[in-house]
């Protein structure tokens, strides 16, 4: 394990530490509106910038990815949860603390048995979908606080839709003053002057107008009292049954920040140049969800608009997020009572502008153009999540995810090779349909695993190249440069095959096959009677030097007769 804090260097420190100015002033607004999207008290956002961030700070491979509360977090928090909660399982905020620990398990586990790899089953698509469905559900919330409008924050996204329409009566002037302004200031702010923390200035001039023009008693809602006071530990206590239901959305939870977590800190271990480790990174999140768990937070990711805000600002490593950790606990001991008067409409504001992004208008767009089927994937993820929940959105997400796997599988590229008779070259480029190798014999390439979704697929294939050929078959010859794997389904495909090929005269040999596939291919049995060439020009030249030198209408060692 690397040393923490890596990249950080006396060259860099002042840089470091500006950075985590930025980074508290970013990160203290909005996790105070990602709090209030989970259902639970303001604290709980910040509480997840202190224990949580210095664990994961301190132990994480990535130099720049932020750790915090997300939307997508926030959001899969409140939906998995309501229910529950309104169903006597247990107390709301304790289930939220459950739900982090468990997470952070799942993440060590994740780690411990290097099972990265299943974050790439959620492909860009099922991301697009499954997050935008969750940004639409936030966004309505967001802007009945903008609105001044009162709704029940635990309904579905049907529910809280129908509660904004029919209360739109008692909209508050002030109220959509103040969030119009919160965007406007936010959207031109950032297009002239990124570097500026726009988030806290619009919290400051609301919260100052609130308070100079007695706007409270107008009808504008605040933030209210927070407690003050630094997170202390603690361990949510619930039936062992209640653990049990938290799992399926503590599931949920992992699997998402496992995927942009992980795919966020390679794209910028790439950019940069500096070393990603996956697995050590799974590490800190998951030591970085049980610390939230324990600490009064909830569940916490990668978050991607702070980590491109820290590169923005020339950060390379992870000292913003102890800065960032040390201004939190500062404000929570001296500074709570600054939180009282921040305006609701103006919280609603910088969430609804920081999650719009996330609605994905833009990738669902270049997806129609691009694929329609990976259109449909992403969709169906969209509409899932939004209308029948998150929980039931990733399950979704993970069929489509197979479907789409096997779908692909299923056809791989199978690929007579030609021969223009040159020694020197390379037996590379497809032959056209219905053309053979060399005369009498067939060189076909398979370029995927032969596994149980394209067992079927691959036999039949190298039949037609067989049966459609513009002159008589005697020898094919199976290209295994590209065969990474075989499974006891491909197996069974292959000789099933070697059955058909014997019964209509044709023998099967192999090129070019890797050593480890070679011996998966021995150990089911697959190389008995069967010839291995180093290349395909060798197979070659054995295969015109043996039908020279056999006798025609002669049975050949397998019992065939050649014509």
């Known amino acids: 394990m690397g040393r923490p804090l890596e990249g950080l260097d006396r060259r860099n420190v002042v840089r470091e530490l500006g950075a985590g100015v930025t980074l508290l002033a970013i990160a203290v607004p909005l996790n105070i509106g990602y709090a209030q999207i989970a259902g639970l008290p303001p604290t709980a956002g910040l509480y997840a910038l202190v224990v949580p961030a210095v664990v994961y700070a301190l132990t994480v491979s990535s130099r720049q990815v932020v750790a915090s509360p997300d939307a997508a977090a926030a959001a899969l928090v409140a939906s998995s949860l309501v229910g529950l909660a309104a169903a006597g399982a247990g107390d709301y905020a304790t289930m939220a603390l459950a739900q982090a620990i468990l997470s952070g398990v799942m993440f060590l586990l994740a780690a411990v048995f290097k099972l990265g790899f299943l974050a790439s089953f959620l492909s860009k698509p099922i991301l697009v979908g499954f997050v935008g469905g969750l940004a639409l559900d936030i966004l309505v919330s967001q802007v009945a606080k903008m609105l001044g409008v009162s709704i029940d924050s635990g309904e579905e996204f049907v529910g809280k839709l129908v509660g904004l329409v029919t209360n739109l009566g008692d909209v508050d002037a ?27 200035v619009v919290l400051v001039l609301a919260t100052v107008l609130v308070v100079v023009a007695d706007l409270e008693d107008a009808g504008v809602d605040v933030l209210g009292e927070v407690p003050a006071g630094p997170p202390t530990l ?15 959305s503590a599931l949920a939870l992992t699997m998402v920040t496992m995927a942009e977590g992980l795919l ?42 702070r980590t491109a805000a820290m590169d923005q600002t020339g950060s390379r490593t992870q000292l913003p ?3 960032a950790a040390a201004g939190t606990l500062l404000l929570l001991v001296f500074g709570t009572a600054l939180l009282a008067d921040i305006p609701s409409p103006a919280i609603g504001a910088v ?29 169906v993820c969209f509409l899932t999540t939004l209308f029948v929940g998150a929980i039931s959105g990733i399950v979704v997400a993970f069929v489509l995810a197979l479907v789409n796997l096997a779908r692909r599988a299923a056809r791989p590229a199978l690929d007579v090779l030609a021969s223009d008779g040159e020694p020197t070259r390379s037996l590379l480029d497809p032959a056209p349909s219905g053309g053979v190798t060399a005369p009498g014999v067939v060189v076909v390439r ?20 067989v049966t459609d050929a513009a002159e008589p078959v005697r020898h094919v010859v199976l290209d295994g440069e590209a065969v990474t794997d075989l499974d006891v389904t491909g ?47 060798a197979a070659l030249a054995a295969l015109s030097d043996a039908a020279m030198t056999a006798p025609d209408d002669e049975e050949d060692a397998h019992g065939r007769r050649h014509r």
């Open 174 to 200: 002030w109220s959509v003053a103040i969030a119009v302004a919160a965007v406007a200031i936010l959207l031109v702010g950032r297009r002239f002057a990124r570097a500026v923390p726009w988030a806290l």
């Open 234 to 248: 603690t361990w949510p206590v619930l039936d062992w049954t209640t653990w049990l239901v938290l799992v399926p």
């Open 264 to 305: 966020v800190a390679r794209s910028y271990s790439e950019r940069r140049g500096y070393p990603d480790r996956p697995n050590r990174n799974l590490f800190a999140f998951g030591l970085g969800n049980i610390a939230a768990g324990a600490s009064g937070g909830f569940a916490i990711g990668a978050s991607t608009s």
């Open 321 to 323: 997020t102890l800065v």
């Open 351 to 379: 969430v609804a502008v920081a999650i719009i992004p996330l609605l994905g208008v833009r990738e669902l767009a270049s997806l129609w153009r691009l694929d329609r089927f990976e259109f449909a994937v992403a969709a």
């Open 446 to 465: 398979l370029a995927a695993p032969l596994f149980f979704a394209n067992a079927a697929s691959f036999a039949e294939a190298v039949k037609r190249a």
């Open 491 to 537: 197996a069974e495909a292959f000789e099933g095959l070697r059955r058909w090929l014997d019964e209509h005269g044709v023998t099967l040999s192999m090129s070019r096959i890797r050593p480890q596939v070679r011996r998966r291919f021995a150990r089911f049995g697959l190389l008995e009677g069967v010839e291995v060439h180093p290349t395909n020009r």
